[in-house]
C-alpha cells in the first residue's frame, strides 16, 4: 500500500530518513517498521512562519517494496532516416532533436556558434577584456542561452507539455534527482554543460548530425514550401523540414524573415536593470535570522507591483550568483544573471524589469520590428553611457530612486566593471519612473531589500525575445512557408529552459503526427 502525505521538517532534519519516516508513521498512525520505503515527490522551503521548514510530499510504502523508476526512452539508429534540419542548438533545438530520434528522423543540427567546451574562451574574452564574439558568447553556441547562464528549471509550463520528462531526460543525462523533487529545480552553470555534452553524444550515437560554427544566412523555399537552409560557409542543406529554435538574440533570422517578406510579428517583452544585493540581506529577510543556517540554501524572492497600470517584476533570480556581460555584438551592452550549482557566491542578483508594450514604441502597429529596435537601441545607449569595453552604467538603489549620481559603487559580481551613471540617460523614461516608483515598494514587501548597499547594472533587455514568429496552432508550421516550424523563446513561444525543451518537442511531434 502507498501513502502520500505531506510533512513540515526542520532544515536540520530534511536529509535525515529515519526522521522522516518517524514523523510520517506517526500522521498515517503505524508503526515505524510498517514503512518500507520512502519517495519525495515536492520539496519547498516555507519561510512564512517564524520557524523556517521545508514542506515535502512524501510517499511512503507500507508494507511494501519500492520499484525504482527507470525512464524508458526508446531511440531508434536513425542515420538512414529521412532528416529533419532543426536551426540553433540551445533547449529547444536538442530536445527537438531527441524527439526526433524517438520518432525516427535524423535530426541535422545547425548551430552558428562553438560546442560547449570551445565556448569558454570566448566568454572568458568577455569577462576580461570586453571582446564580444558574435557567434559564440552567452548566449550563442550550444546549450543555448541557458548554459552559462544558470540552468534554471523553474515554470508554469504544465499546460504545453510533459514537464516531468523534460527533467527526467536531464537526470538520464547527468542532473541530479533533486530536481525531480525541488520546487524550485536548479542544475548550475558548473555542470549544466556536461549534461548538454552528454545530450550531444545520444543524439550523435544514434545517427544524428550537429554542425557547429555554422550560421544560418538564409532559408530556400519554393511554391510556399521549406527547401533547405545555405549556411555562410555557402553549403546548402536540403530539407522538406526545418525546425527554427534559433533563440531571442537572432536578429540576423528576423531580419530575413522581414527581407523575404514573411510573417512576423512584435511581441511585448520587458526590459530593466540587474540589481544585486550582498546575499546576506536576501537570507535575513526571507529567513528572519541573522545568520543564515548551513542546513539552508541561500535565499530566493520573487517580487511584482503594479505601478500606474503597468506591471514591474522580479525575473530570473539568482542567489549566490554572478551578474554575466551577455551582448551579442559590438557596441551594447546587455547583462543577465547565473548560479554555480552550490549558490556559494556573495551576492544576489535579479533582473528586475518593466512590461514593454506595443503602444510605448511608435509605429509598433504596423512595423514587426520596432521593439526590436527599440531594445537595441537601449543597449546601445547602455554602451555608450557605460563607456566601453562592456563596462556596464551602474547606480546604488537608493541614489537611483531619489536622481543622485553615486559617489562610490559598491563591489559587485560584473567582471567587465561597472561604471557610476544616471540611469535616467539610458533606460526609457516611462521604464526609469517605473522603477523609481516601485523599488521602495519592494522594500515594504521584503525588510532590507531597499538599500544603498543594493546595485543597479545596465541594462537587463533580453527577458524575451520582441519578435513573434506567427505559426498554425495546430500544425505548429509557419503560416506561409509549410515545412517551416518556429519554435521555443527565439520565435516567441517559451520563455526559459523548460518550455523550450516542451516546444522543441512539440514541434518535433508536430513533424510526424
Known sequence: MQREIELGILPEKIADETHIVQQGAAQLNIAPARIKGVKIRKRSIDARGRQVVFRIRVIFYIDETPTPEILNVQYANVADAPHVVIIGAGPAGLFAA???????????????????????????????????????????????????????????????????????????????????????????????????????????????????????????????????????SGEHIEANHIILATGHSARDLFELFHRKRWLAEPKP????????????????????????????????????EQVDGRGVFSFCMCPGGVIAPCATDKGEVVVNGWSPSKRNNPYANSGTVVQVNLEDVPHAARYPFALLDFQH?????????GGGNLVAPAQRMVDFVQGKLSDSLPANSYKPGTKSALLSEVLPPFVHDALRKALPLFGKKMKGYYTNEAILVGVESRTSSPIRIPRDKDTLQHPQIKGLYPCGEGAGYAGGIVSAAIDGMNCADAITD
Open 98 to 232: 531527441l524527439r526526433c530520434l524517438e520518432r525516427g528522423l535524423r535530426p541535422v543540427l545547425v548551430e552558428r556558434g562553438k560546442n560547449v567546451q570551445e565556448r569558454r574562451r570566448d566568454l572568458a574574452a568577455l569577462n576580461k577584456a570586453g571582446i564580444v564574439n558574435p557567434d559564440s558568447n552567452y548566449c550563442f553556441g550550444e546549450g543555448g542561452a541557458g548554459t552559462y547562464s544558470d540552468g534554471k528549471l523553474y515554470t508554469r509550463s504544465n499546460k504545453r507539455g510533459d514537464v516531468q520528462r523534460v527533467l527526467q531526460i536531464l537526470v538520464a543525462h547527468g542532473a541530479t534527482e533533486d530536481i525531480l523533487v525541488d520546487a524550485r529545480p536548479h542544475i548550475g552553470t558548473n555542470k549544466l554543460p556536461h549534461i548538454i555534452q552528454a545530450i550531444r553524444h545520444t543524439i550523435l550515437e544514434y545517427g544524428g548530425e550537429i554542425h557547429f560554427n555554422s550560421r544560418v544566412v538564409t532559408i530556400t523555399e519554393a511554391f510556399g514550401r521549406a527547401t533547405g537552409v545555405t549556411l555562410a
Open 377 to 385: 537601441e537601449v543597449e546601445e545607449r547602455a554602451y555608450v553611457v
Open 269 to 304: 517583452f520587458a526590459l530593466g536593470v540587474r540589481i544585486e544585493h550582498p546575499q546576506e540581506i536576501i537570507d535575513q529577510a526571507q529567513y528572519h535570522c541573522a545568520v543564515r543556517s548551513e542546513h539552508l540554501p541561500p535565499a530566493y524572492y520573487s517580487l511584482v
